[in-house]
């Protein structure tokens, strides 16, 4: 048995130590950037054409309530658009730049920002949303009867609030899949001293 230990023993000092992919890890920190560059471009887009078009077609002139609204709705779309901006990653992804530990704990802290954005700031903007929404159709139904005013009221808010969580958890799970695997590979380079500061 103390033999068979020792066999074992010696069997896994012999081993070589696994060494990480490095074009595996550019690749896939290429495809994320790429991503993200499609992602903030529809943003681009679409944001201020949503904002136009709100301010188009509500008539936020004739009530401050309902301008109040569509100011808000403004804030939120910007807001998260300007959260995307600041965590897009590096353009440079070149091998030469991995030998600097820095960059590479740069590169980890804007992946892990975008779990932030979905996970705590896409609930505020649904909260913003839903509270834009219900300040414009509290002005706008008003000539309806107070329950059908209520009902509306919560029925929007449900099914916005249902929809939006749902997108939120779904985002996550494509985090957990296609940003966590490299979050891991750079911080178990860090950690075992593949990069070294230049």
Not at 68 to 85: H, N
Not at 156 to 174: E, P, S, Y
């Amino acid at each position: 048995m103390e033999n068979n230990f020792e066999d074992i023993q010696k069997l896994w000092q012999a081993q070589q130590p696994v060494e990480f992919d490095l074009s595996s890890l550019i690749s896939g920190l290429k495809k994320t950037e790429a991503k993200q560059r499609r992602e903030l471009t529809f943003m681009a887009i679409i944001t201020p054409l949503t904002i136009g078009f709100l301010f188009w077609s509500m008539p936020w002139r004739e009530s401050q309530g309902i301008a109040i609204s569509l100011y808000l709705i403004a804030f939120a779309m910007i807001g998260v658009l300007a959260l995307t901006v600041k965590a897009k990653l590096s353009k440079d992804n070149g091998t030469e730049r991995f030998s600097n530990t820095a960059y590479l704990k740069a590169q980890i802290a804007k992946l892990k920002s975008r779990y932030t954005i979905t996970s705590k700031y896409m609930y505020g903007y649904t909260f913003l949303l839903l509270l834009a929404l219900n300040i414009s159709y509290f002005i706008l139904l008003e000539p309806l009867s107070a329950m059908a005013r209520i009902g509306i009221h919560l029925a929007l808010t449900g099914v916005i609030a249902v929809f939006m969580h749902w997108q939120i958890r779904r985002k996550i799970k494509k985090y957990d899949r296609e940003l966590k695997p490299l979050i891991e590979k750079m911080e178990g380079m860090l950690e075992e001293g593949i990069a070294q500061s230049k």
